[in-house]
């Protein structure tokens, strides 16, 4: 009897030791892009698993199946995502369909600072001053980057010269970018503008530059939409003639991926690009042709499209799981955590992290990265943003393919963003 | 006997019952919910499936994209099957004179068929990039101008067009050359006695005979070419414009960028009942023949 009762408590009592630790292990799931950013975070996440015991799962796809893998799951009983990667063009849909918990009172009751996340980056997120779906993860700012070499070309600048009157010099306008990039395309032995004129997110996304570089915007602090105006007018009858005159034949149906090829083999002058694709092609190793002789810089006009993707939580969650993805979250964007990122090649959100002095010793252009990231305007957050970026991409894709005359194709974007904003 | 044929019926029911139920599980409910979804309010954002009626149809059919997506499919769908058929019965033709290595060229003919649309459509993308890719640095260095080939709107579709004929035509020769083995040597061989020519052999016999697997072929493709959307998605998303702007991936677009279930799902819909028409068209032709 002695022989078999121990056996069976010993085996009872670690059963239920076990059980119990295993009903208290939180494990957390992300469904992350597949980008370099996810990986710097991945090779980190030990280090979070030892300070906290939290376990967590990443979980890799392209960024065409996020949004209906994230969309099954956040609308079903229990979300298998508790943890989440949201892109700002999500950030008006999300919080609208009531999918994420409201990250402020998180904040306030662990006293997590916010203030050193650069305001342009909280705005980016649908943030308020009452709520806040997500917490700025990565930053994708556009900007403009440009070959130095040919502008310093002393016979480039003399052809300019006489042939324009004026300097050859980086452009302060979006028109004086326009016309250096026609002049590159006619007499550098390039393309002036290494162009992403698919239609959708890339060209909705390159006009977005064009539109502020012009001065324009989508919508007034009032929230009317104010699209069609003359400066937006401009930026449409300034992209349709780079895409004509200054960018590499195909341009229509180019997407990043070409546009980066296109640089890195040193075959156009200049690209509008996330700021981060800098170190990239300032790269020998990778882009021996263009290496060196790269610069980045705030659009001309002195504005360009914001981007970034936010860490939220998911509604449908059980409370423990959402305070181990809220301590996540604040580890992982915490400024020692931020800054070991940064060192990898993270495009930080926090302004501490681009004067860091380690990370500017390593890469020097954070300090223009920084101005990139400030200047940015945001394209519209709110609940059908991607679905108007298509409206805008197809009307813009019209206007450049000489389909509709520019005015119609504003017009016609104008009206179906107000259409869906009253939605 | 009429013990025996209930017992038949019963047999019969039995023997079809586990397919049938596994079909109605499989196949039926998934397209009852579908439809259900398309007669409701059901978005993305409100989830619930609460029927409405008809105005999701209503409203999309009274958007010119929807018929300029629908008109795309038309012609996209009627090039695409009459290429291949074409290209196909050439080819079929040609095999069945091949004697020697046929296994071979039936392997090679039939490897893009094996190919995922989308592992075709990347293919496709890096020999048609337009500056660094194979086909216009060719072009280029034969002193030729390089082509746009799908960022220019008059010359997309037709690409997309040429890629899909590329692709789907190995379906077709598989199909026609089963149905030209199957064919009988009789009428051949008094074609022969009484003079007729290899092209009016083909015209009074082959082509006749071979009008049942012909049609099946069409039948299938057009079900296919409807259907497309990987090639799409991969190479133009659409573009340049509208100009390759197929209906399912209107109906893409509509349901989970527009976060329009209910739409999308009409939308959906509406392709399925016209593929549905075409098949009973073709299947009543097929039968009257027969008959």
Partial sequence: MTKTFFPVTLGLAVSLVGGTALADEVTLHALMEDVPETNIIEKMLPEFERETGIKVEFEKVGYGDMHDKLVAQLVGGQSYYNLLEVDFLWAGEFPAAGWLEDLKPYAEKTGFDMSAFIPSTMDLMGNTKDTMPLVPMYNYSMG???????????????????????ELEPPKTLEAYVRVAKFMKAHGKVNGAAMQGQKGDPNAMEFSNYLF????????????????????????????????????????????????????????????TYWWMLPQIDNAESCPNVAGKVALSVMPGGHGESGGWGWGIAK???????????????????????????????????????????????????????????????????????????TLGTQVSLAASGDVTVTDALQAAASGLTDLMNK | MITKTTDMLRAGWGFAGPGLTMLAIVMGLPVLYAAAISLSSMTLIHPELNITGFGNFV????????????????????????????????IALMLRRVIVMRGVYFAVLTLPMAMSPVAVALIWRMLLQPNLGIVNQTLAGLGLPMIDWLGNSD??????????????????????SAGLASLPRDPYEAAEVDGAAPLQQFWYITLPLLRPVAMIAVVIQLINEFRTYDLIYILTKGGPGISTELLSFFAYKRAFQGLALNEGSAAAFILLLIVLLITVVFFFLLERRKS
């Fill in chain 1, 144 to 166: 403009l980057i440009y070959r130095t070499d040919l502008l310093n070309a002393p016979d480039l600048k003399a052809a300019y010269k006489s042939e324009t009157g004026q």
């Fill in chain 1, 213 to 272: 570089s012009a001065g324009g915007d989508y919508l007034d602090v009032d929230g009317k939409v104010v699209l069609a105006s003359k400066a937006g007018e401009t930026a449409l009858r300034l992209y349709k003639d780079a895409i004509n005159n200054a960018a590499q034949t195909g341009a229509l149906s180019a997407t990043l991926d070409d546009t980066m090829r296109l640089m890195c083999a040193g075959e156009a002058f200049s690209m509008v």
């Fill in chain 1, 316 to 390: 449908n969650v059980p409370a423990e799981e959402k305070d181990a993805a809220w301590k996540f979250i604040t580890w992982v964007q915490s400024t020692d955590v931020a800054v070991a990122r940064a060192m990898e090649g993270h495009a930080p959100v926090r302004a501490d992290v681009y004067v860091n002095s380690d990370v500017l010793a390593k890469y020097a252009f954070y300090k223009d990265a920084m101005a990139v990231v400030e200047s940015g305007k945001s394209f519209p957050i709110f609940t059908y943003s991607a679905q108007y970026e298509d």
């Fill in chain 2, 59 to 90: 409203t999309i059919m009274s958007e010119p994209l929807f018929w300029n997506s629908l008109g795309i499919t038309l012609r996209y769908s009627a090039a695409t099957v009459l290429g291949e058929f074409v290209v196909g019965l050439g």
């Fill in chain 2, 155 to 176: 010359l997309a579709l037709k690409t997309m067009i040429f890629i899909d004929i590329w692709q789907q035509t190995s379906f077709v020769i598989l199909l026609l």
